[in-house]
Nanobody
């Protein structure tokens, strides 16, 4: 059974940082694309970042502030979030595709975590 478990969310002030982690179990995902999405209250789930091999892609809204990385030995993907803004407040989800191709579309991902809340207070 495949499981993704996010951790690292919390309440921070504007300008502070957080690092999210997503640990996968049930199979090895080193050859597949992984991504981070977020969903604010009353809004759709939005793409944040994705990684596959050495390829990385970010949403414009987080480019230069967020960094996605992965540790294949630990089957874990990370999202380092710096210079956080109130508009970054959301539930953050990690997800895995059954493909090496990166995608910004949530429906392309087949496994999802339960989400972790990030709240940025001004």
């Amino acid at each position: 059974q495949v499981q993704l478990v996010e951790s690292g969310g919390g309440l921070v002030q504007v300008g502070e940082s957080l690092r999210l982690a997503c640990a996968a179990s049930g199979r090895t995902f080193s050859g597949y694309a992984m991504g981070w999405f977020r969903q604010a209250p009353g809004k759709e789930r939005d793409f944040v970042a994705t990684i596959s091999g050495l390829s990385i892609y970010y949403a414009d809204s987080v480019k230069g502030r967020f960094t996605i990385s992965r540790d294949n030995a630990k089957n874990t993907v990370y999202l380092q979030m710096n210079s956080l803004k109130p508009e970054d407040t959301a539930v953050y989800y990690c997800a895995i595709r059954d493909s090496r191709l990166m995608s910004t579309l949530s429906y392309d991902y087949i496994y999802w975590g339960q989400g972790t809340q990030v709240t940025v207070s001004s």
